[in-house]
């Protein structure tokens, strides 16, 4: 019988001509308790069946739709899902979370993770419920963007399903594609172009069971008091005007990306800022299912509608690329919903395409920083992988660096290929060392070392021995509640994170776990995705950050220079590794290996074994 | 060049205060002493390390941390001692530092970075400040390849400055020389920053001084409720400034000053021109 809070099984469904088939793949207790769920077992699942090499948008890659204990349960904030793959950005582990419904039907059909693989003849849509998984050709939502995907196949199979849907730009194989549900993205990665790569428009669950936790009454009382801390100040910032109070706020603090990382602090960034916005056009705010926090923003947009806006898509489709009128960044933002498209890395790569059109690299003289139309026409480009400018863009900056030449990779906004989200690392230094290290790349989810810069309690100009230990910190924390999965807007509400954390495990599984044991699993789960990244061909030359980074200083308000150098980076990431227990290489070594319960797999193809 | 990223502070607190009758050190600055004030201003000005140089024995108030102590190992030698120990005590760390008295309580970065760029020139060994009337050798930049020097001459019983002066390379600059920094010239017009308190009254009348103004900011849920926007306020510390406008610098809480580090720390100095920002501590998107 598995512990409360799990079925013990992953549903594999290969896809082909012929339809679907699908069989469980046990997860027994000690994978489950080692892995927790969501990016931990998925990263699990993913060194068991992707093969080591694979492309990943070839018909045998995986990609698993990763759920975790919490789901279905009343604590707040836990509706929420992993899906993971092998990157077609990076080619190397990737990552993402999404939310609300989806997220509990998807458990409740009886597993505790869904995996795909294979490829369908045609356009077609995954059906998964109790009874396994059947597929359904859709020839008819090609083309669609996923929200318009989610209303067809409600209207087609009823209101029971809940649906995670690619957009255009999934079907077409842009590398950096999202899936959603309910408007929110499994953003970073290209993970819609991997789902549309076996021509599965959409993947439908509906619920077929319950889930049993070990101690009802616990959960109930735990959830309870959750539920009370959330309203706290910890998450006032939040519930209050939602993740894009940083803009203004990181303007102030000169951390604020802006023309493609050239500057840090942009002069139209009061126009977009959240506390402008919020009471111009601020029309609603909105939750995840089983969320008390409600940090989600809708603001009105021109002309009408409504938009949804966050720090993240702001920060890449505005000051990123110059553009300060609220109402281009709006349409852009829903230019990249409707299309599929992650907002950081389509803003990361017009925004280096700005600037190679700037210095004469790329032949589009109409692509100019702070044009908010060209933009708008370059996210159409990408989208409909247009060929020339749109094709090469549909790459993401380092490919398209690559192809461009002219010294152009120096100012990709990159880290393994995925582009940086907006956190300067030049004045967030802590978080330069996370974004360098990190196995999706350049990322704000799995390190959120800039916690340490903006604490107040490090020396954020000047990397070094604290920053190592703080980035590690946060990766740790990340991996654990990825895993569990919690809303990371909840971490602040936390003052003895792991033990606290155990503490809701414990009447959810029956498990007796402790602070320590999660202490443990986060750095089982951070090795394990190391580990599929160096048997995908990673090396220590793949966590450093751009050039432009390394060898151009930044001149702040105060008079000061932001200044990091090779050397700097270099001597945290050394840090990194020593502290982590890899060798100068950043290699684990095989003892490590072997207690990460991948069962011989790695011995198979590990670069050890060949 | 010496950037002001390699560029160090020195602050020589060993003096005997014997004009004012008690340390100069210790003296209350707004809720904090002169000492503290003065390094802390230097940190937030220089990368490189923030020395004291105190005499045999002497007690200091609480300094902002990372700020480093060194005694001299002889008392009563002056300045130039101190100069010997602090520079000596820099090493290879940095090339060069910025070295004042304790006693300078209007002491601004804009002049602080302003002597350091006299470094631009690799052949300077001092960049001296002639303003107000007076030679400034405790408002000073100084070559930390000095100290070899230093020590030989008060080896030779030459304990003063001058004597320094007349064996290396020194520019100086007069008042239209500082003025001529814009920067300067804007924030520090009367050159305030060369003002020092001897005696008591010197002390008595920089206090009574107004605090310096200050631009304030509130963002994100800080500044709900009608709270938006920069406004103006007098406040000689960064818990002098957050009392002013209502915030509580508790954990969820940072600040910035000019955009430069975040802190919570109440006794960071502020100086006229500054802009402070609140901001919450849980940051993330």
């Known amino acids: ?60 890659a995986p990609l698993a739709f990763v759920f975790s204990p919490l789901v279905g349960t009343p604590l707040t904030t836990s509706a929420k899902f992993a899906v993971v793959a092998k990157s077609p950005l990076t080619g190397l582990l990737t990552d993402a979370l999404a939310s609300s419904r989806f997220a509990i039907a998807g458990k409740l059909t009886g597993n505790d993770a869904i995996v795909v693989r294979g490829r369908a003849a045609e356009l077609s849509v995954l059906l998964v419920d109790g009874d396994g998984a059947r597929l359904e050709p859709a020839p008819e939502l090609t083309g669609l963007p996923a929200a318009r995907t989610e209303d067809a196949v409600r209207e087609r199979f009823g209101r029971g399903w809940q649906t995670a849907a690619i957009g255009p730009a999934g079907e077409r194989g842009v590398r950096y594609a999202t899936i959603s549900h309910d408007g929110r993205h499994a953003g970073r990665g290209g993970l819609g172009a991997v789902l549309g790569a076996k021509n599965i428009k959409a993947v439908l669950v509906r619920s077929a ?82 969320c008390s926090i409600g940090c989600e923003h809708i603001y009105s947009r021109k002309g009408g509608g409504s938009q949804r806006m966050e720090y993240e898509n702001v920060f890449a489709l505005g000051p990123l690329c110059g553009v300060s009128d609220p109402d281009d960044v709006f349409a852009a933002s829903a230019r990249c919903d409707e299309l599929g498209l992650d907002t950081i890395s389509a803003g990361g790569t017009v925004a280096w395409a700005m600037e190679c059109a700037e210095r004469g690299l790329i032949d589009a003289p109409w692509l100019r920083f702070g044009d908010g139309p060209a933009l708008l026409r370059a996210l159409d480009m990408i989208g409909s992988r247009e060929p020339g400018l749109g094709e090469l863009l549909a790459q993401g900056s380092r490919r398209a660096a690559e192809v461009v030449g002219g010294g152009s990779i120096d100012f990709a906004p990159q880290v393994k290929g995925m582009e940086l989200p907006g956190y300067e690392p030049r004045t967030l230094q802590a978080m330069a060392l996370g974004l360098a290290v ?25 990397g070094g021995a604290a920053q190592v230990v703080a980035a590690i910190g946060t990766e740790d924390r990340a991996a654990v509640m990825d895993s569990m999965i919690l809303c990371k807007f909840l971490r602040g509400v936390f ?54 980074m390394l060898e151009t200083p930044l001149r702040l308000g105060s008079g000061r220079v932001a200044a990091l150098t090779a050397d700097r980076l270099g001597a945290m990431v050394a840090g990194y590794y020593a502290q982590r227990g890899l060798d100068e290489r950043g290699r684990a070594s095989r003892e490590a290996e072997g207690a990460l319960l991948l069962e011989g797999h790695t011995t198979e193809n590990s670069p050890h074994g060949t | ?39 802390a201003l230097l940190s937030r000005t220089v990368d490189g390390p923030v020395l004291v140089v105190a005499a045999p024995g002497q007690d200091l108030p609480e300094l902002p941390p990372g700020v480093e102590v060194v005694a001299d190992p002889v008392e009563g030698q002056g300045p130039m001692r101190g100069l010997a120990t602090g520079l000596a005590a820099l090493g290879e760390r940095a090339p060069a530092a910025f070295v004042c008295s304790t006693d300078l309580p209007f002491l601004h970065p804009a002049l602080v970075r302003r002597v350091l ?113 920069p406004r103006t306020v007098r406040a000689a510390s960064l818990g002098a400034v957050a009392a002013a406008v209502g915030i509580a610098l508790d954990r969820h809480v940072v600040a910035a000053v000019n955009g430069d580090q975040m802190t919570r720390d109440p006794s960071l100095p502020l100086v006229p021109g500054d802009a402070v920002a609140f901001l919450s501590a849980d940051a993330g998107g």
């Not at chain 1, 001509?17 to 969501?38: K, N």
């Not at chain 1, 506390?275 to 299912?289: D, F, I, M, P």
């Open chain 1, 495 to 548: 003052d003895d994170p792991f033990t606290e954390w155990a503490a809701l495990l414990r009447p959810v599984t029956g498990w007796d776990v402790d602070a320590d044991e999660l202490r443990a699993t986060a750095r089982r789960i951070v090795l394990a995705k190391r580990v599929f990244n160096q048997r995908e061909g990673a090396t220590a030359a793949d966590d450093t950050l751009p050039r432009r």
């Open chain 1, 438 to 462: 990190n196995a999706r790349g350049a990322d704000h989810n799995r390190s959120g070392a800039y916690e340490a810069d903006l604490s107040g309690e490090h020396d954020r100009l000047n």
């Open chain 1, 1 to 60: 019988m598995p512990a409360g809070g799990y079925f013990g099984r992953a549903l594999v469904v290969d896809v082909a001509d012929s339809g679907a088939t699908s069989a469980p793949l046990p997860l027994d207790d000690a994978v489950l308790r080692a892995y927790l769920g969501g990016v931990g077992l998925g990263t699990w699942l993913l060194h068991r069946l992707g093969r080591a090499g694979a492309d990943p948008l070839g018909a045998d």
């Open chain 2, 1 to 39: 060049m010496v950037a002001l990223a390699e560029a160090a502070g020195i602050v020589l607190a060993g003096g005997r205060s014997s004009r004012m009758g008690r340390p100069k050190a210790a003296l209350e600055w707004h809720g904090s002493t002169l000492l503290r004030r003065t390094t």
């Open chain 2, 117 to 229: 760029r006299g470094f631009a020139d690799p052949g300077v060994d001092v960049v001296l400040p002639v303003a107000r009337g007076y030679r400034q050798p405790l408002a000073a930049g100084y070559r930390t390849s000095l100290a070899a020097l230093v020590e030989k001459l008060l080896g030779e019983g030459d304990l003063r400055p001058g004597m320094l002066f007349r064996h290396c390379e020194v520019v100086q600059l007069d008042d239209a020389a500082l003025l001529a920094d814009p920067d300067l010239a804007r924030l520090d017009p009367d050159l305030d920053s060369l003002v020092n308190v001897n005696e008591p009254d010197d002390y008595a009348a920089a206090l009574a001084r107004p605090e310096p103004d200050v631009v304030v900011e509130r963002f994100g849920a800080l500044a709900s409720g009608g709270q938006r926007g």
């Open chain 1, 209 to 290: 069971t319950r889930v049993d936790v070990a101690d009802q009454a616990a959960v109930l009382a735990a959830a309870k008091d959750l539920r009370a801390r959330s309203f706290g100040p910890a998450t006032a910032k939040y519930r209050e005007l939602g993740t894009l109070a940083n803009l203004l706020a990181f303007n102030a603090v000169s951390t604020l990306p802006t023309r493609n990382f050239t500057e840090v602090t942009f002069e139209g960034a009061p126009r977009l800022a959240a506390e402008e916005l919020h009471e111009l056009r601020g029309v609603a705010r909105n939750s995840c299912a089983s």
